[in-house]
């Protein structure tokens, strides 16, 4: 319980810092340590969402309410997928072929955190 309050609490920070950099500057602006705040921001956000869905999930399907360390992992690769996306759109090589190899890219990331762990 007190890890799924931390998730979110880092989350929604990280959400209102996204936004403050999406408002307050410019790509030219920020430079290199900028771009890379940027993302870092995106990928916090999109894990508490993607952790939130998933317990979700977990609630309505497997009836579980607890939400295990284990778990926490999967959110944390599944929530990289939409970060890969968006570094291929602005590298401008987004194809049918990226986007599978980026769902494989995850599926097997996930298929390791379930074999090791």
């Known amino acids: 319980m007190k890890h799924k309050r931390v998730v979110m609490i880092?989350?929604?920070?990280?959400?209102a810092a996204l936004i403050a950099i999406l408002t307050l500057t410019t790509p030219t602006d920020t430079g290199p340590l900028g771009v890379l705040l940027f993302f870092t921001t995106l990928y916090i956000s999109v894990f508490g969402i993607s952790s939130l869905i998933m317990q979700a999930f977990y609630k309505l399907a497997f009836?579980?309410?607890n939400f295990r360390n284990?778990?926490?992992?999967?959110a944390a690769v599944f929530s990289f997928g939409p970060i890969m996306l968006l570094m291929a759109r602005s590298f401008g090589a987004i194809s049918i072929w990226t986007v599978a190899l980026i769902i494989f890219f995850i599926f097997l990331a996930e298929f390791l955190v379930a074999k090791r762990i």
């Open 63 to 65: 009836k579980r309410d």
């Open 70 to 74: 284990k778990d926490y992992l999967y």
């Open 10 to 15: 880092i989350s929604i920070a990280g959400l």
